[in-house]
């Protein structure tokens, strides 16, 4: 089952609250999308535990209704 | 009980290998295109490794799942640690990074990685 954007930036920002987030679609069906993802959350965590913080924040549905998600996660630069 | 023996056994698997790529289809017939990536990263690296079609094993391919807290495949696995996705394989082969984890974990590795 296909999922829209807005569902998946608000079920990021829910889960992590000061997250700029973008979303494009990389086909246009609803289930493979790019998610670029910035959070004070991931400072000085591995990539690995960023991606986890993102994949726990949409709670199963990446592997399931959205087949493939392409992940970028930083934390805010500190310039 | 079979929950745990497909866990088990990918504990072996990733243990007793260096290099361990779980993925769907096999490293000369790819059958997704994240799959494809990795496999082609690794061989450019002539890193030798181990895949496991998990096409061929559903317990294998929700029990690799579970092992890692990780929802998709491809899964790469250096000395038994989780490294990452199909993502965070191509982030750390363009920084050069992958290559330093292989070097680091003693795995042979085509330099000349930095392109």
Redesign the interface.
Known sequence: MPMEPQEIEKMIKDALPDAEVYITALVNDGDHYRAQVVSEAFRGISRVKQHQLVYAALKGNVGGALHALALETAPPETA | MSDNQALDRIKQDVESNDVVLFMKGTPNFPQCG?SGQVAKILSHLEVPYKGVNVLEDMEIREGV?AFS????IPQLYIKGE???????VR??FASGELATAFKTAGVPVKDAAQA
């Open positions: 994240f799942k807290n990780w929802p998709t989780f490294v990452g996705g199909c993502d965070i982030e750390m």
